[in-house]
């Protein structure tokens, strides 16, 4: 674990030697989320906590229950994002959930504090779920850092930000990129950044930037596109209000996926429109594990199981009427039926004009040692 310089508390108490990690170092980690037994799934639960003091802790628990390998938060303080400009024009936006009146408001409700983080990681890795974050301010690269997560996840809109980019790579973890709103130039020059500062531990997940985006804009043929594209991992964040989506992205190559997570219709949540909650996650984790089963391999395999079918569903060629040894057979000797333990039906060429050497009663399979 990194040296943490903050001495508040919370930090202090993360410190603890006695502090229970139960999570793998992550040095490891990237071949977890590439891994070849089941995709790896985020519950990103964003600012559906609401700013309330509970409700982050049961998201994590519902995620955990659901099957959800990771939690994904948003770190940022209410002034990160927008300028006063914004603020000014919107201080009449509300949010769903929510009675505060202004996008100021409703960020400052909305944010997490530092010591809220720590607090966070450190229930994450009691219970035995990873703890991750989207970084919207510069500084919450480094807390994350100190917080050790085993990977940074880059949201679509700071794919340009090239100087953040080269910051998060130096500090040799793993991240998880989206690409929404993104052309292949933009995709193209963050990913050269970040293996220029030697980090090509890069996850590339397709998004789109609408929320929620029709059926139309999903997309899902760009999963395939990432893969060939840049020859590395890819994965799916999805914005849409169903399970189906993320599932058909793993046959097509995506070994992340990412959700939107909220704890249930009937409570409060800002990003209900693109949220599931814990019954559908739930699902979409148990479907997805079957499903990367399922995805098998890209050659064509005949496994030994299979095999053994043939016996039984194939055909083979029988007679068609009782012959006798030393009989010519012909075309209208024979015919095909199962089982498919006796000469094979494509071997009729073979078999037709050649002796038999031995009597042969109808329909009884003929087998090579029959004929001369």
């Given at each position: 674990?990194?040296?943490?310089?903050?001495?508040?508390?919370?930090?202090?108490?993360?410190?603890?030697?006695?502090?229970?990690?139960?999570?793998?170092?992550?040095?490891?980690?990237?071949e977890?989320?590439?891994?070849?037994?089941?995709?790896?799934?985020?519950?990103?639960?964003?600012?559906?906590?609401?700013?309330?003091?509970?409700?982050?802790?049961?998201?994590?628990?519902?995620?955990?229950e659901?099957?959800?390998?990771?939690?994904?938060?948003?770190?940022?303080?209410?002034?990160?994002?927008?300028?006063?400009?914004?603020?000014?024009?919107r201080?009449?936006?509300?949010?769903?959930?929510?009675?505060?009146?202004?996008?100021?408001?409703?960020?400052?409700?909305?944010?997490?504090?530092k010591?809220?983080?720590?607090?966070?990681?450190?229930?994450?890795?009691?219970?035995?779920?990873?703890?991750?974050?989207?970084?919207?301010?510069?500084?919450?690269?480094?807390?994350?850092?100190?917080?050790?997560?085993p990977?940074?996840k880059?949201?679509?809109?700071?794919?340009?930000?090239?100087?953040?980019?080269?910051?998060?790579?130096?500090?040799?973890?793993?991240?998880?990129?989206?690409?929404?709103?993104?052309?292949?130039?933009?995709?193209?020059?963050?990913?050269?950044?970040?293996?220029?500062?030697g980090?090509?531990?890069?996850?590339?997940?397709?998004?789109?930037?609408?929320?929620?985006?029709?059926?139309e804009?999903?997309?899902?043929?760009?999963?395939?596109?990432?893969?060939?594209?840049?020859?590395?991992?890819?994965?799916?964040?999805?914005?849409?209000?169903?399970?189906?989506?993320?599932?058909?992205?793993?046959?097509?190559?995506?070994?992340?996926?990412?959700?939107?997570?909220?704890?249930s219709?009937?409570?409060?949540?800002?990003?209900?429109?693109?949220?599931?909650?814990?019954?559908?996650?739930?699902?979409?984790?148990?479907?997805?594990?079957?499903?990367?089963?399922?995805?098998?391999?890209?050659?064509?395999?005949?496994?030994?199981?299979?095999?053994?079918?043939?016996?039984?569903?194939?055909r083979?060629?029988?007679?068609?009427?009782?012959?006798?040894?030393?009989?010519?057979i012909?075309?209208?000797?024979?015919?095909?039926?199962?089982?498919?333990?006796?000469?094979?039906?494509?071997?009729?060429?073979?078999?037709?004009?050649?002796?038999?050497?031995?009597?042969?009663?109808?329909?009884?399979?003929?087998?090579?040692?029959?004929?001369?």
């Amino acid at each position: 674990m990194r040296v943490i310089t903050d001495t508040s508390p919370l930090f202090t108490r993360y410190l603890n030697p006695n502090y229970p990690n139960c999570l793998m170092e992550n040095t490891n980690f990237f071949e977890k989320l590439t891994n070849k037994t089941e995709p790896f799934i985020i519950a990103e639960i964003g600012s559906n906590h609401m700013g309330e003091t509970g409700i982050p802790k049961e998201l994590i628990d519902a995620a955990k229950e659901a099957g959800c390998h990771c939690v994904k938060f948003q770190s940022w303080a209410w002034n990160d994002i927008n300028s006063k400009v914004l603020f000014e024009k919107r201080k009449d936006y509300t949010a769903p959930g929510l009675t505060e009146v202004g996008l100021e408001a409703v960020n400052k409700k909305c944010q997490l504090t530092k010591e809220q983080h720590v607090e966070l990681k450190q229930y994450c890795d009691e219970i035995g779920i990873y703890f991750a974050s989207s970084p919207f301010g510069e500084q919450w690269i480094d807390i994350l850092d100190e917080l050790d997560v085993p990977f940074y996840k880059i949201g679509s809109m700071e794919v340009t930000n090239l100087d953040w980019l080269r910051k998060i790579a130096k500090k040799g973890r793993p991240i998880i990129m989206s690409t929404g709103m993104c052309e292949l130039s933009e995709i193209s020059r963050a990913v050269e950044i970040m293996k220029e500062e030697g980090n090509d531990q890069i996850v590339l997940l397709h998004c789109v930037a609408l929320y929620p985006p029709g059926d139309e804009f999903i997309n899902l043929e760009q999963i395939r596109w990432l893969k060939n594209t840049f020859n590395l991992p890819v994965g799916f964040s999805d914005h849409s209000k169903t399970i189906e989506f993320p599932l058909a992205s793993i046959a097509l190559g995506a070994s992340v996926i990412e959700k939107h997570f909220m704890l249930s219709e009937e409570r409060p949540c800002r990003e209900k429109k693109v949220s599931i909650t814990k019954e559908e996650m739930t699902r979409l984790c148990e479907y997805a594990k079957r499903m990367y089963i399922a995805k098998g391999t890209y050659y064509k395999v005949v496994s030994v199981e299979e095999k053994a079918k043939r016996v039984k569903m194939r055909r083979s060629i029988l007679t068609t009427k009782d012959l006798p040894a030393g009989h010519v057979i012909s075309r209208a000797d024979i015919i095909y039926k199962r089982p498919g333990n006796g000469i094979p039906c494509f071997e009729s060429k073979a078999v037709i004009g050649r002796k038999l050497n031995r009597n042969i009663p109808y329909d009884e399979v003929i087998k090579w040692e029959d004929i001369e």
